[in-house]
């Protein structure tokens, strides 16, 4: 009886024991679970972080590409720039000569008329002498003052029509020079062109046979391994053959 007792004690221990300890498991199990939950927030945060830092390097490497294009743009537009520059200079010294040209036929009209006026003048001189002729011998005087008029009527027509055809020579020069410039203009944006397309060909080219150059030494490597193979193997067999 007495040992019934003791074990009925016994269990009773127990069992108090044993209720005792669940809330400190609850309480150990909640902090477990809320590390846990800590750590998962931190790898999402470490995860999230990672994705940031990936999206700024490859935003960083965007604004980089961006800033070699930018200048490169900058590099080509300043070379338009300057050629445009030394095409204004050239067009400038064209421009001066062409009034220097101006002036020289100005300077030649001043001479016809200073001509004309002295022509005149002689006119004035011969009408002098032929008053004075006329005195001695008016028959004479009447068909040489006719021939004189005759003379003066055919020097003004070819005057004018010298006077007209020089202006029209000008105009044509004016027009060919004009013509010249603008084929000028389009010549040198032609070879621009060209040299744009020799280059690009060139590049092409240049690839192509980087390509096959390539090609050739994977086709020479490829002949050499199975030359190799095939002589390893002959060797063998007559290595065989001895033995």
Do not use: G
């Not at 400190?24 to 927030?41: D, L, M, S, V």
């Not at 080509?76 to 421009?95: G, T, Y």
């Not at 003379?151 to 003004?156: A, G, V, W, Y």
């Not at 095939?230 to 053959?241: A, C, H, I, P």
């Amino acid at each position: 009886m007495a040992k019934k007792k003791k074990k009925i004690k016994t269990r009773k221990v127990e069992k108090q024991i044993s209720l005792e300890k669940i809330p400190y498991k609850i309480t150990r199990f909640y902090k477990a679970y809320k590390k846990q939950k800590e750590n998962e927030n931190l790898r999402k945060i470490k995860l999230e972080e990672r994705e940031e830092l990936k999206r700024l390097i490859q935003e960083n490497k965007k604004l980089e590409l961006r800033k070699d294009n930018i200048e490169k743009e900058e590099h080509r537009l300043r070379l338009i720039e300057d050629e445009l520059k030394q095409k204004e200079k050239e067009l400038k010294l064209k421009d001066e000569e062409q009034r220097n040209r101006d002036k020289d036929l100005r300077l030649k009209d001043a001479d016809l008329r200073r001509k004309d006026l002295d022509q005149i003048r002689k006119d004035k001189e011969l009408l002098l002498i032929s008053k004075e002729q006329k005195r001695k011998d008016v028959d004479l005087k009447v068909r040489e003052e006719e021939q004189r008029q005759k003379n003066k009527k055919e020097n003004r027509k070819k005057y004018k029509e010298h006077k007209l055809k020089v202006q029209e020579e000008q105009k044509q020069k004016d027009k060919e020079e004009i013509r010249i410039k603008e084929w000028e203009a389009k010549f040198e944006q032609q070879v621009k062109l060209e040299e744009e397309q020799e280059i690009l060909k060139f590049e092409r080219l240049k690839r192509k046979e980087e390509e096959e150059n390539q090609k050739s030494e994977e086709k020479l490597t490829s002949s050499l391994e199975t030359f190799d193979t095939k002589q390893l193997e002959t060797f063998d067999t007559k290595q065989t053959k001895k033995n």
